[in-house]
């Protein structure tokens, strides 16, 4: 018998085997395995807040500030300022380039510095106690202005060198709720308080918080 002839032959019978080893009706056949379920990824819905906040547990506190948010709340509050110290030079026929310098007196009243002539300077005084949202604006700034320029500076510290500030873990909560830069300020001006005199000279006081502003900046 030719090699071709017992090919054939091996092939057939192989076949007929095959053949009656499978099932009588297709209705026997056994179910197709499910596909495994996915794994839980990190935006999953079933990935719960438990296990999010295992993952938060290892970042620093710090790293929960939303520092742009924070600079544009101040810058708004500076811009305000500037905006109404012009339009006063102007109402008052003074040099548009004149540097204001703006701080509160003994009596808790806006006062008003700079190269301004007295009698203007003091009607510039009155207008600006009598603006509610001026003297809001200041007072805002008095805190919040102190605050940032810390937070500011202990995270660059913290990036280039690993310097980790102790006082500015303190100011931040573990409720992001409680982040707000007005709550920082708090915070952080009720801690300037509480430490020791030495340490105190490090940090500003809002009672003799001043800026100073060029109108046309």
Do not use: C, W
């Not at 076949?15 to 395995?33: L, T, Y």
């Not at 040099?95 to 009596?107: R, Y």
């Not at 009243?109 to 003297?135: C, M, T, Y």
Request: no cysteine; aromatic share 6%.
């Amino acid at each position: 018998m030719s090699l071709l002839t017992s090919l054939i032959k091996a092939s057939t019978q192989f076949q007929q085997a095959m053949e009656k080893k499978q099932p009588a009706a297709s209705g026997n056949a056994a179910p197709k395995p499910t596909a495994p379920e996915a794994p839980a990824s990190a935006t999953d819905d079933r990935f719960t807040l438990s296990e999010r906040a295992s993952f938060d547990t290892g970042r620093p506190k710090s790293t929960r500030l939303q520092m742009a948010e924070y600079k544009q709340t101040v810058g708004q509050d500076l811009a305000y300022m500037r905006e109404t110290l012009r339009h006063k030079l102007a109402e008052y026929k003074l040099n548009p380039a004149t540097s204001v310098e703006v701080s509160k007196n003994d009596e808790g009243k806006i006062s008003v510095g700079g190269g301004i002539p007295e009698e203007s300077r003091s009607r510039i005084e009155q207008d600006l106690n009598n603006s509610k949202p001026f003297r809001e604006a200041f007072s805002r700034l008095s805190a919040s202005e102190p605050t940032l320029h810390f937070v500011d500076n202990a995270l660059k510290l913290n990036k280039a060198y690993g310097v980790n500030n102790s006082l500015l873990d303190t100011l931040v909560s573990d409720n992001q709720q409680f982040n707000g830069l007005q709550d920082l300020a708090h915070r952080y001006d009720s801690l300037r308080r509480t430490i020791s005199t030495d340490q105190a000279t490090n940090y500003a006081d809002r009672k003799n918080f001043a800026l100073s502003l060029n109108t046309r900046a």
